[in-house]
């Protein structure tokens, strides 16, 4: 599980609109590709899909007012996950501090 300082704070409903509108554009321009991801939330949990690279959730995110954890699903397989988890991480460091 990977912490991040939720400073601003973002509420679990401004993150996930964060992350809808903006983060598949950022990912996108990254990695030169055009990757669909896909998002649901509930309550404080913010799940996110890769589904035309990995099968099933990739990602859970918990967001309190202190904190975004990140809970890695995804196992390792022919596409570089790896990748997808440090950008990841950077847009929600970017957004949270």
Known sequence: MIEINNVQPLSPEELFDLLKTEFPSYLNNLLGSNVTVEFAHV????????????????????????????????????????LLEQHLIAFLTEKAE
């Open 43 to 82: 309550a404080n949990i913010i799940n996110i899909t890769f589904p035309e690279v990995i099968e099933g959730n990739a990602y859970t995110l918990t967001v309190s007012d202190e904190q975004i954890e990140i809970t890695d699903h995804t196992e390792e397989s022919s596409y570089n996950t790896e």
